[in-house]
Nanobody, 132 residues
Framework: QVQLVESGGGLVQAGGSLRLACAASARTFSSYAGGWFRQAPGKEREFVAV????????????EYADSVKSRFTISRDNAKNAVYLQMNSLKPEDTAIYYCAARSWRPTTPQALTTSGEYDYWGQGTQVTVSS
């Protein structure tokens, strides 16, 4: 069982920045895909970004939702079993609960990793509120 704990949410003005962190308890986290999803009130949970192991060496790939490309950056520190989401140029429409998700490595496609059903573990979420 892998436990995920998010931190770093809060209230920020439009145009500001926040950095979310997700701490994982997995022993072999370096092979896990680590993703971020978000859910705004009255809306379905949606994909934000994912960092995934290529299956070879120390190569990782990142995928982003179109709505956050060029503004958000996902990164990971395998030594700390952590995944981060740097969010810049925040907009009011980025307001949501942000969830960290993890998936043990097995063959899949980048497209599949944008769906919440592909993930094995979830954190409790952290609130991000962007005021206009």
């Amino acid at each position: 069982q892998v436990q995920l704990v998010e931190s770093g949410g809060g209230l920020v003005q439009a145009g500001g920045s926040l950095r979310l962190a997700c701490a994982a308890s997995a022993r072999t986290f370096s092979s896990y895909a680590g993703g971020w999803f978000r859910q705004a009130p009255g809306k379905e949970r949606e994909f934000v970004a994912v960092t995934r192991w290529s299956g070879r060496g120390n190569t990782y790939y990142a995928e982003y939702a179109d709505s956050v490309k060029s503004r958000f950056t996902i990164s990971r520190d395998n030594a700390k079993n952590a995944v981060y989401l740097q969010m810049n140029s925040l907009k009011p429409e980025d307001t949501a609960i942000y969830y960290c998700a993890a998936r043990s490595w097995r063959p899949t496609t980048p497209q599949a990793l944008t769906t919440s059903g592909e993930y094995d573990y979830w954190g409790q979420g952290t609130q991000v509120t962007v005021s206009s």
